[in-house]
């Protein structure tokens, strides 16, 4: 199974950027379809971006569409979410989380169809 960490968080000023890194351990990475979510603090944990496992397609919450991108290196077994124009409410903590599948332009939105994730990186946007 994967080992997912993520990196890259911290406290940034509204309208400011983050670059969120997933790096993974396993042997699995290029087999697997990936996804960001996040969790604010008394929520429930949502969607933010998936990607398939060739980048060939990709998805986003309307909430973070045209301010976000997901990508991914499957060379350096790492995935990245650029945040730029960042808000108050993208304050939370984001988890990368990945599943395993045969189909290469297949990605997934719901957390229960991902098997592995990473503990989660803090992200909180204030003045």
């Known amino acids: 199974q994967v080992r997912l960490v993520e990196s890259g968080g911290g406290l940034v000023q509204p309208g400011g950027s983050l670059r969120l890194s997933c790096a993974t351990s396993g042997g699995t990475f290029s087999s697997s379809a990936m996804a960001w979510f996040r969790q604010a603090p008394g929520k429930e944990r949502e969607f933010v971006a998936a990607?398939?496992?060739?980048?060939?397609?990709?998805d986003y919450s309307d909430s973070v569409k045209a301010r976000f991108t997901i990508s991914r290196d499957n060379a350096k077994n790492t995935m990245y979410l650029q945040m730029n124009s960042l808000k108050p409410e993208d304050t939370a903590v984001y988890y990368c989380?990945?599943?395993?599948?045969?189909?290469?332009?297949?990605?997934?939105?719901?957390?229960?169809?991902?098997?592995?994730w990473g503990q989660g990186t803090h992200v909180t946007v204030s003045s």
């Open positions: 989380a990945a599943r395993r599948t045969i189909y290469s332009d297949t990605y997934y939105l719901d957390p229960t169809d991902f098997t592995s």
């Open positions: 990607i398939s496992r060739t980048s060939s397609r990709t």
